[in-house]
């Protein structure tokens, strides 16, 4: 149950996406007893303290406007504080005990992001709770959800939680054997080459799905011999997914399981909205 979302604006009209959206998850859920909303921004300590000054009333200021302009919910509260983003918008997240972070998702910069990560990226990996990257425009509550599935506990809570998120919707799940050899094993691309792969994988996944504790309405996933990236450009294309769940492992959110990296790339480029949320 959603009791409490915290939005992370840098005061960018993607930014104003991710408010829109907190604004629409909280009507859908009014029925729950109401949610809050907390929109947060984060001034950087290094400036002169004038400065931080004159910035702050004006995010408060802008923050207000684009509450005021989406209709938030009685109560929604405007944050503004100076520190480092990253380990001030973690704090407060855990201090509020929100249960979702929004963001809006910004333009990448691969050069720079190689070295760095994106601040989304660092963030998503210092919250431990559920996060919402806001990449596309608001049109209502989420038709049509999509979740990877890898055998973890993680993909799971990822499916779970999309679906307290987005009740409603429609969700689909994938899961993508990798074939070792592929193109040694089957250069004609025969499926039939292919089936003692299958067999495994199909063996494994009843034997996990059976033990698991799965949520209630999720869909079992199809066998896919394909990679995660070929695997999902497709499903997302089949079910026109508008928001895509995936799962993080450990302390550092990216596993070595076939999807780390791809979650990697999704989070600094997503196809669609990404829910990511932590075994």
């Given at each position: 149950?959603?009791?409490h ?49 004159q ?30 983003p ?7 997240v855990?201090a509020?005990d929100?249960?979702?972070v ?22 998503v ?10 990449r596309?425009?608001v ?13 973890s ?21 994938f899961?993508?054997v ?7 094993i ?16 199909r063996?494994q ?9 799965v949520?209630?309405g999720?869909?079992?996933?199809e066998?896919?011999t ?7 450009t ?42 990511i949320?932590?075994?």
């Open positions: 149950m959603i009791k979302i915290l939005v992370a604006s840098d005061l960018s009209s993607r930014s104003d996406r991710a408010v829109e959206r907190a604004v629409q998850v909280a009507r859908q859920h009014e029925s729950q007893g109401g949610v809050k909303i907390t929109v947060m921004h984060v001034i950087d300590d290094d400036l002169p303290q004038k400065l931080v000054t910035m702050r009333q004006a995010a408060q200021d802008s923050l207000r406007a684009i509450l005021t302009s989406e209709n938030a919910p009685e109560g929604a509260e405007i944050k503004v504080e100076s520190g480092d990253v380990s001030t918008l973690a704090a407060r855990e509020l929100a249960d979702l929004i963001l809006g998702v910004h333009r990448a910069r691969p050069f720079w992001d190689m070295f760095a990560g994106t601040t989304m990226e660092r963030l990996r210092a919250v431990k709770r559920p996060v919402l990257l806001v596309d425009p049109a209502g509550p989420y038709r049509s959800i999509l979740c990877g599935i890898d055998l506990p993680a993909c799971l809570a990822a499916g779970g939680a999309a679906m307290a998120l987005a009740p409603e919707a429609k969700i689909s799940t899961h993508a990798h074939i070792p050899y592929r193109g040694m089957a250069r004609d691309a025969s499926e039939k080459k292919f089936a003692p792969f299958v067999r495994d994988a063996a996944l009843d034997q996990w799905w059976d033990r698991a504790e949520p209630e999720l869909p079992k996933p066998i896919r394909a990679s995660v990236q070929e695997t999902f497709a499903e997302l294309q089949t079910t026109e997914a508008d928001l895509f769940a995936l799962g993080a492992h450990g302390r550092m959110l990216l596993s070595p399981s076939l999807l780390g990296g791809f979650t990697e790339a999704q989070i600094r480029d997503p196809r669609c909205d990404l829910l949320v932590r075994g």
